[in-house]
């Protein structure tokens, strides 16, 4: 559990709350309800537009409360289960991070980078959108240097606890 976000779109529309299922938000909850939208979407299941949600909430994360959709990239970082999914989330979310918010999340994103073999094979699959010659995106090369990185390696990193 963790601090309440402003209701997203979805919510408005909707009139519930799909991340909160005990009345109380959760970063879990909606990590891995994207996690099963996105394995569900590879699947081509019909079951994955009933948790596009999840999508919603997250983008609307990034934009109006960052730190809470930092910890969401970071619980998905630990819960992938596939290459697919790490590109998935490096160029969707975590990117989106930085581009908007990459001077605030710099220092924490190296640490747990030259920490986290996971971490840094999810951060490799982030583009600079423009912003190749910023100070966070030079940061952000160094650490890639280093691997695993996502278009050379074609296995997962095990998982090894980033989010907590």
Not at 21 to 41: C, K, M, N, Q, T
Not at 81 to 101: C, Y
Not at 140 to 148: L, M, Q, V
Request: proline content about 9%.
């Amino acid at each position: 559990m963790t601090q309440e976000p402003p209701p997203c779109i979805f919510c408005y529309g909707k009139e519930a709350r799909p991340c909160a299922p005990e009345g109380l938000f959760d970063v879990s909850w909606v990590a891995h309800s994207y996690l099963e939208h996105i394995a569900r979407s590879e699947n081509h299941e019909a079951k994955a537009e009933a948790l596009f949600w999840s999508y919603n909430c997250i983008s609307d994360l990034v934009e109006d409360t960052p730190e809470i959709a930092f910890q969401i990239v970071l619980i998905l970082a630990d819960g992938l289960t596939s290459p697919r999914q790490a590109s998935i989330v490096a160029a969707g979310f975590l990117e989106d991070i930085i581009v908007k918010h990459g001077p605030t999340f710099i220092d924490r994103i190296e640490e747990i980078a030259y920490r986290s073999p996971r971490f840094r094979y999810v951060l490799s699959g982030v583009w600079p959108q423009g912003e190749q010659d910023s100070a966070v995106w030079k940061r952000i090369a160094a650490i890639r240097e280093n691997g695993p990185h996502i278009d050379k390696d074609s296995v997962l990193p095990p998982p090894d606890g980033v989010h907590q």
